[in-house]
């Protein structure tokens, strides 16, 4: 049985050197893989902080940008709006400008016409005046076979028109 005890049994000298042996593995390891691997962790994480923390940046920036997007695009809108109005009004003052000189245009020709009517009718009716004259002075000359002042003669006959042209 001491055989026994002497391999199960406990020495404390035994155990103080396998306890000063684990110590000094757990400092070396501590040393050379503990703090080499927690460093290597701790990089790891804070790059993956930073990752989180660059695609949030990116993010808000995307948020933002699609923001000012949105807004150049309402102003486009809005300013294509304002200027299709614009050119529509632009389009009705030259459509009643147009209208308004064709107006214009058409009462002057009709002024114009009327006034060149008139001015024919004149000129016929003074025609036509000459002419009766004429043919009057020429028969009186045929009836009486003498000449007569013909100014005199012209004078009578254009009152006697101008009579006969108020009268109608």
Not at 28 to 42: E, G, Q, R, T
Not at 113 to 126: G, L, P
């Amino acid at each position: 049985m001491q055989n026994f005890e002497s391999i199960v049994g406990v020495n404390f000298w035994t155990a103080l050197f396998t306890l000063c042996n684990m110590l000094i593995t757990f400092l070396i390891l501590k040393k050379l893989l503990f703090k080499p691997v927690k460093k290597m962790i701790d990089d790891r994480q804070k790059e993956i902080a930073d990752q989180y923390a660059e695609a949030e940046r990116r993010r808000q920036e995307a948020e933002q940008a699609k923001l000012a997007y949105d807004q150049e695009i309402a102003q486009a809108k809005q300013k294509r709006d304002e200027i299709v109005r614009e050119a529509a009004e632009l389009a009705h003052r030259q459509e009643r400008d147009i209208l308004n000189a064709a107006r214009e245009e058409a009462k002057a020709i009709t002024a114009k016409a009327h006034s060149d009517i008139r001015q024919e009718r004149r000129k016929v009716f003074n025609e036509m005046k000459t002419e009766i004259s004429d043919i009057a002075i020429e028969i009186a000359e045929k009836v009486t076979e003498k000449e007569i002042d013909s100014d005199k003669h012209r004078e009578l006959i254009d009152s006697f028109i101008d009579q006969i042209g108020e009268a109608s």
